[in-house]
């Protein structure tokens, strides 16, 4: 009403991390579940086309890729102990987990890079395999989401390394919020990512002969 003051509500520092932290959380777990159906959706239509051709060409899977699935189950791993580390403000077990897995991430692309040349070897290649093009085409693309995760992998790793250098910047750090959910957004990106490949792995391995 005229001549009456109006009192502007502005919410607090709290509420405003509150909103954003669950819009974030939203976010990620949107994309995941994107993620995720996509890769689904792709094996459906290896299952398809499968039926579909008349020229279904069978082969081994390369040897490889069960390393390649030892190593990200390695990542998960080490993951799960940084969580531990950071809640336990242990920066040594902190820093060796997440170099531990940097180091299987970086080693599940060696060892798919190894797999399709073995598969290229074998004279499987991408144009006159109608399987092998499936199995190239939805690891590349498996492969490429790895590689995003060991982008915020580096990020939380050099971030890390340089926020606990001494006592003070260690207390800081641990005592951060901000940095918690960040690391429990990158490890919970990389579980999805590695229990996708675990996925893909069993359905290749069941389904693909």
């Keep these: 009403m005229p001549g009456q003051r109006q009192t502007?509500?502005?919410?607090?520092?709290?509420e405003y991390q509150q909103t954003q932290e669950?819009?974030?959380?939203?976010?990620?777990?949107l994309a995941l579940g994107a993620i995720s159906l996509l890769f689904v959706g792709l094996t459906?239509?290896?299952?398809?086309?499968?039926r579909l051709s008349e020229n279904w060409e069978t082969f081994n899977l390369p040897k490889t890729f069960w390393l390649s699935t030892l190593l990200l189950a390695g990542t998960s791993a080490a993951f799960h102990y940084a969580r531990n580390a950071y809640r336990k403000d242990d920066?040594?077990?902190?820093?060796?987990?997440?170099?531990?897995?940097?180091?299987?991430g970086i080693g599940f692309l060696v060892?798919?890079?190894?797999?399709?040349?073995?598969?290229?070897?074998?004279?499987?290649?991408?144009?006159?395999n109608t399987s092998a093009s499936y199995l190239y085409l939805i690891s590349w693309l498996h492969a490429a989401h790895v590689a995003v995760g060991l982008v915020f992998l580096?990020?939380?790793?050099q971030t890390a390394m340089h926020c606990t250098?001494?006592?003070?910047?260690?207390?800081l750090y641990f005592s951060d919020p901000?940095?918690?959910?960040?690391?429990?957004?990158?490890?919970?990106?990389?579980?999805?990512v590695d229990g996708l490949w675990i996925y893909l792995f069993v359905f290749f391995l069941f389904f693909h002969s």
């Design 178 to 192: 901000s940095r918690s959910r960040r690391l429990r957004m990158v490890s919970q990106y990389w579980h999805v």
């Design 111 to 128: 060892s798919q890079f190894i797999g399709w040349g073995q598969l290229s070897a074998s004279g499987n290649t991408l144009t006159n």
């Design 165 to 171: 250098r001494d006592d003070i910047q260690s207390l």
């Design 8 to 14: 502007r509500i502005v919410p607090s520092t709290k």
């Design 22 to 29: 669950k819009a974030m959380d939203f976010m990620l777990n």
């Design 91 to 104: 920066t040594k077990a902190l820093r060796l987990s997440l170099w531990l897995a940097f180091a299987t």
């Design 44 to 50: 459906f239509a290896y299952t398809f086309g499968r």
């Design 154 to 157: 580096a990020f939380s790793l």
